[in-house]
């Protein structure tokens, strides 16, 4: 047994598995670190918008401005042609939409035309981006000017 203790093989395979096993320790570190600022960056990400703009309003009719997207804008009409509306959001922010030949555009239950929305019109818009800048205009809800829906600041 002393022999086998004292022999140079035996001192190279316990050098060997102690470097083994604190490639391993070191390793086992570096994906616990890397785990925990994983689980703070993802929390920091779902708490942005609390953190920096208190809690997100309920829906948009709450009197609170709904985000911007580029998918997509409500707010009132203040232009209008065959193939672009004008649209003046809950911030004042003008935004065109672009009537694609599928659009479809909606007032209470009736499909209609460009032609029949107004100046003045609330609509809500939901779209894709465009390359132009403009929201492509899937779907279109006309409510009317007069319509009994609250006026959040237009």
Known sequence: MKNLLASLLFKKILFAIIVIAAVFFIFGLGVSVGYHKASFSSSMRENYYNDFYGPPPKNFLDGMPPPISSHGIAGSVIDVSDSVIAVKDFN???QSVQIMPDTVIRKMGDTITAADVDIGDRIAVIGAPGPTGRIEGRF???FG?????PNPNF
Do not use: A, T
């Open 92 to 94: 004042n922010n003008e």
């Open 145 to 149: 000017s007069s319509s009994s829906l």
């Open 140 to 142: 279109i809800r006309v």
